[in-house]
């Protein structure tokens, strides 16, 4: 289920919608909502989900995704040529977790701004980038990050407050409440729990570890 998130899309549409070149970013916790709201809202972009790995797969596995798309790059290009290839023909590439280059290749962010400086006047790409570990985003837009003042608009997307998360629920108000509260209103936890009536069935899955939830918590604070 996708709701709320009127603003946000309105925002991104305008922005997409611009004749000129664009850097977005969209932060947020993970699985609050921001590759649903990308793909809702992006129809024609180039999807890819940046993982941790060796970085010469990393860089051959974007290659292939933009083949794929029709973006003919050579095998063995360089990080700087994937990007002004992308700039030059005005494509709308999305890089989801983008904030894992900082391990996989920790130059990336300078070599996109140095891109971005180059020959953003000439192009009308679109570069949208998403990231869960806002502290490690914002580094990279901070004063002396090497994006700083690149980005064109930051979306940073929030839980669902009650009205709009309580509709995931087919239960009595109490127990919507009670439902809310257990998922914070994260969109994610939101659609696993909306199955329950009670919250405390919801729990007792929750303990016997047939709700997926467990390595959120860790995995937040070692990307932080």
């Given at each position: 289920?996708?709701?709320?998130?009127?603003?946000?899309?309105?925002?991104?549409?305008?922005?997409?919608?611009?004749d000129?070149?664009?850097?977005?970013?969209?932060?947020?916790?993970?699985r609050v909502?921001?590759?649903?709201?990308?793909?809702?809202?992006?129809?024609?972009?180039?999807?890819?989900?940046?993982?941790?790995?060796?970085?010469?797969?990393?860089?051959?596995?974007?290659?292939?995704?933009?083949?794929?798309?029709?973006?003919?790059?050579?095998?063995?290009?360089?990080?700087?040529?994937?990007?002004?290839?992308?700039?030059?023909?005005?494509?709308?590439?999305?890089?989801?977790?983008?904030?894992?280059?900082?391990?996989?290749?920790?130059?990336?962010?300078?070599?996109?701004?140095?891109?971005?400086?180059?020959?953003?006047?000439?192009?009308?790409?679109?570069?949208?980038?998403?990231?869960?570990?806002?502290?490690?985003?914002?580094?990279m837009?901070?004063?002396?990050?090497?994006?700083?003042?690149?980005?064109?608009?930051?979306?940073?997307?929030?839980?669902?407050?009650?009205?709009?998360?309580?509709?995931?629920?087919?239960?009595?108000?109490?127990n919507?409440?009670?439902?809310?509260?257990?998922?914070?209103?994260?969109?994610?936890?939101?659609?696993?729990?909306?199955?329950?009536?009670?919250?405390?069935?919801?729990?007792?899955?929750?303990?016997?570890?047939?709700?997926?939830?467990?390595?959120?918590?860790?995995?937040?604070?070692?990307?932080?």
């Amino acid at each position: 289920m996708f709701v709320d998130r009127e603003d946000e899309i309105k925002a991104l549409k305008k922005e997409l919608e611009k004749d000129e070149f664009s850097l977005i970013t969209i932060t947020g916790r993970r699985r609050v909502g921001k590759t649903t709201l990308v793909k809702m809202t992006v129809n024609k972009g180039i999807y890819f989900y940046v993982y941790y790995g060796d970085e010469k797969i990393v860089k051959n596995e974007l290659i292939k995704k933009l083949h794929a798309s029709g973006v003919n790059i050579h095998p063995l290009a360089s990080w700087e040529e994937i990007f002004r290839e992308v700039m030059e023909r005005n494509e709308i590439l999305i890089l989801d977790e983008f904030q894992r280059f900082l391990r996989v290749q920790p130059s990336v962010p300078s070599i996109l701004q140095g891109v971005i400086d180059d020959i953003k006047y000439k192009s009308k790409a679109k570069i949208v980038l998403l990231g869960s570990s806002i502290g490690m985003m914002e580094k990279m837009f901070s004063y002396a990050g090497a994006l700083y003042g690149r980005r064109t608009l930051n979306i940073n997307l929030k839980p669902l407050k009650f009205r709009y998360a309580q509709r995931f629920f087919n239960t009595d108000f109490k127990n919507r409440i009670r439902l809310y509260s257990m998922s914070g209103g994260t969109p994610g936890y939101l659609e696993k729990f909306s199955k329950y009536s009670k919250p405390e069935d919801a729990l007792k899955d929750i303990i016997s570890k047939k709700i997926d939830v467990w390595d959120d918590p860790p995995n937040m604070i070692i990307s932080e």
